[in-house]
T-cell receptor, first 117, second 113 residues
């Protein structure tokens, strides 16, 4: 089946620094990837849709200047949390569609736990 | 606004019994509905997808029903095992392939030996 990886799996940083999270589709090409955020005991919330070769589409309430998304290739999307603050601490999860298998199924990465001190 | 509700935050079931989880939604007309399993500290794992024109879908011990009139989906695990213990998430999409998913909070299922 389709495999999506994320790196790093866990990161701790100081307030004010920037953190980059990578999302890769390992055995398929993903023209569209999605970034979600999950706070403890809460549901996954869609942050943005990442499209290869074009600008990301952000959900209402998500600051595009704070959460920079780059989808430079068909297998890699990155999310950079700029000037991170403690309230940005969360579980960040990406997903990708494998259009060759099913346009409707999203395959999720293992997630990245961000802790901002 | 769109809302997805999953029954009870936690559900305890005796091993061997059938676990039934509920997903209700309002102000939404999804093209399809998906169920995912999530273990602590991990990303969701896809289980089943059911479309608006389908009533029922099965996969091994799993069964999903979809009633667009009631705006409800039921997720069943038959012959439940302790290894089935996890959080199960219901997710909706409008269709077209370009949309992200809207998730419920999940139901934490505990299968007791």
């Amino acid at each position: 089946g389709a495999v999506v990886s994320q790196h790093p799996s866990r990161v701790i940083c100081k307030s004010g620094t920037s953190v980059k999270i990578e999302c890769r589709s390992l055995d398929f090409q993903a023209t569209t990837m999605f970034w979600y955020r999950q706070f403890p005991k809460q549901s996954l919330m869609l942050m943005a849709t990442s499209n290869e070769g074009s600008k990301a589409t952000y959900e209402q309430g998500v600051e595009k200047d704070k959460f920079l998304i780059n989808h430079a290739s068909l297998t890699l999307s990155t999310l950079t949390v700029t000037s991170a603050h403690p309230e940005d601490s969360s579980f960040y999860i990406c997903s990708a569609r494998d259009w060759a298998q099913s346009a409707d199924t999203q395959y999720f990465g293992p997630g990245t736990r961000l802790t901002v001190l | 606004s769109q809302k997805i509700e999953q029954n009870s935050e936690a559900l305890n079931i005796q091993e061997g019994k059938t676990a039934t989880l509920t997903c209700n939604y309002t102000n939404y007309s999804p093209a399809y509905l998906q169920w995912y399993r999530q273990d602590p500290g991990r990303g969701p794992v896809f289980l089943l997808l059911i479309r608006e024109n389908e009533k029922e879908k099965r996969k091994e011990r799993l069964k999903v029903t979809f009633d667009t009139t009631l705006k409800q989906s039921l997720f069943h695990i038959t012959a439940s095992q302790p290894a089935d213990s996890a959080t199960y998430l219901c997710a909706l999409a409008s269709g077209g392939g370009a949309d992200g998913l809207t998730f419920g909070k999940g139901t934490h299922l505990i299968i007791q030996p």
